[in-house]
């Protein structure tokens, strides 16, 4: 963990209320796709978790919605600003149990840590599928970025303006994988839970004080004990939620 | 070269900056990002008989200049910290440290403090009185200067180690539960712990956190807590230990001229995990700018 002032080089637009960031500064403690950073804004007290979407070199990308003050005063930052930057928090998904067909699926907020986990799998050869969920056409992004990749794509929007009408686990049934990675809200998390056979990686939200373990203020019970979203989190194995 | 050495309880310490109890976790986590050897000392998580897992989440909510918390003495029971927690703390930390204890009942303080007693390398114990008394109608122990006289006289029976009580900022007149705490027999009091609040979500028209009340604490609290400190070293004779809200050197000053012997920092360590190091390393910097040789000087100094 490290905290360090990123300056912001590129912002844009990339879907309804979906922002993307490229942020210039010391990525060495980001060690594995599924971490997160805290951000620091002038005006607020807490920091905002945000999901590692990609890190290459110097360079970090997160992607986040506009959903509060926090988000939407990020949104209105000029490039060139300095941000002070918590980063390498969180265990990260592990790639080891991945198998030769492994299936990533985001829902909405909880794409962007698919594509740094889709990656590291195809750079290891592994043949990724992934499902990304949104509610309606103008919410979607990243699709493009995953096929360059060379995932398999799947595409479901709740309203059917795009893709395979419903939520995520409409697309499931059609795809054979050998393990799954998992991110976004809560009740879409709970659907892969009941509806796949197969083992895996969930990744969860929590609201923080710290983000790196010291408040006891992000905790839940798992199977082996209980655990803080923030430090032994985000992501746990399927094996050990209770729900 | 100023002097940023004081005296509490009997122990001296390299300078006044501790950990807050619940911020801290039980240390040996910060020594990663530096090293606690340069704090005064540490106050580690409140340590309850019984393991508690705490309140339900949603725990934390952000308020101006400050947060919201309503965790819930999450913690692993007395036994455990003593042969889990302790051992790998004092792995890195080479100080007397603060143990603070919570209770539902005067038996499970006394409980808690008799087994802490024995272990090596506590310095103080810091009873925090801000829980709700299960044989007293839920009402928390440290809004009733009978009640507070209680526990301190109960723990003062079982231990030969500095006692200070940490009080609650939720009462109408905190003066008189320190002196009730100085009547029972406590060797200092601390204060303050958080102030009840809420938030409420316009979206869900629900309270944000899940436990409905949460306590406030950040730089939103430092005001009403110098006030406090202020009062309370006009009330009683034993040391103080002043905290809410303090995020820099000149924080400490404040607090320390309105009568802290030394203080706590809390609620900074969670948004700045340097928020310690930082604040005492500046001290040197912001005595001299007042023109404060040592400060054990300046204690009550605006009295
Ligand atoms: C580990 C983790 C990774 C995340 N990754 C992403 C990401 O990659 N992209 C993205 O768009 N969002 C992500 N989020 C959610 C993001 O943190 C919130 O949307 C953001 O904090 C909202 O801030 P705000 O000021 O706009 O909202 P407000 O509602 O005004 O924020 C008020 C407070 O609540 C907290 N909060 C609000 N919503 C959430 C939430 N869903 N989870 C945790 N805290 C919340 C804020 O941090 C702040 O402290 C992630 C959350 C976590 C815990
Ligand atoms: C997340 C959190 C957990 C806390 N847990 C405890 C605790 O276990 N025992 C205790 O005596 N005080 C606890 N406190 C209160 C602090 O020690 C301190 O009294 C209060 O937060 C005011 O100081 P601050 O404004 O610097 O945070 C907690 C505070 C926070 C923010
Ligand atoms: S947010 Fe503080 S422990 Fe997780």
Known sequence: MLDSIFTLKESRKIAKNTYEWVMEGDTSHITAPGQFVNIKLDGFYLRRPISVADVEGNNLTIVYKVVGEGTEKMANMPVGSELLVLSGLGNGYDLAPSGDAPLLIGGGAGVPPMFLLARRLTTLGKSVSVILGFGSADEIFYKDKFEKLGAEVYVTTADGSEGVKGFVTDAMPEISYSYFYTCGPEPMLKAVYDGSSASGQFSFEERMGCGFGACMGCTCETKYGNKRICRDGPVLVKEEIIW | ?303
Request: overall charge negative.
């Open chain 2, 1 to 303: 070269m100023v002097n940023t050495k004081v005296s509490l309880c009997g122990t001296e310490l390299d300078n006044p900056v501790i950990p807050a109890s619940g911020t801290f976790g039980f240390g040996y986590e910060f020594a990663e990002l530096y090293d606690i050897n340069l704090l005064g000392t540490l106050s580690f998580k409140g340590t309850t008989l019984a393991p508690r897992f705490g309140n339900p989440t949603p725990r934390i909510a952000e308020a101006h200049s400050g947060m919201l918390n309503a965790v819930g003495l999450q913690n692993p029971g007395v036994e455990k910290v003593i042969s889990e927690e302790l051992p790998k703390l004092f792995e890195v930390f080479n100080k007397p440290v603060m143990a603070n204890v919570s209770g539902f009942s005067v038996d499970e303080y006394v409980k808690t403090v008799e087994m802490l007693d024995s272990v090596e390398g506590i310095g103080w114990f810091e009873i925090n009185i801000s829980c709700p008394n299960v044989h007293g109608g839920g009402m928390s122990f440290g809004t009733s200067p009978a009640a507070a006289e209680e526990v301190t006289r109960a723990v003062r029976r079982v231990t030969d180690k500095p006692i200070i009580i940490k009080l609650s900022p939720n009462v109408t007149d905190i003066a008189s539960i320190a002196k009730a705490c100085e009547a029972g027999g406590a060797d200092g009091v601390s204060l303050i712990n958080t102030l009840l609040g809420m938030r409420i979500d316009l979206k869900t028209r629900k309270p944000l956190i899940k436990n409905k009340t949460g306590g406030l604490s950040g730089p939103a609290i430092k005001p009403v807590a110098v006030r406090m400190v202020y009062q309370v070293y006009d009330a009683v004779k034993i040391p103080i230990v002043g905290m809410g809200g303090i995020s820099s050197a000149e924080d400490v000053i404040e607090f320390m001229l309105a009568g802290a012997t030394a203080v706590e920092v809390g609620a900074e360590n969670l948004v700045n995990p340097y928020a310690c190091r930082d604040i005492i390393e500046d001290l040197p910097r912001v005595m001299e700018k007042y023109k404060i040789n040592s400060l054990d000087e300046i204690i009550g100094g605006a009295h």
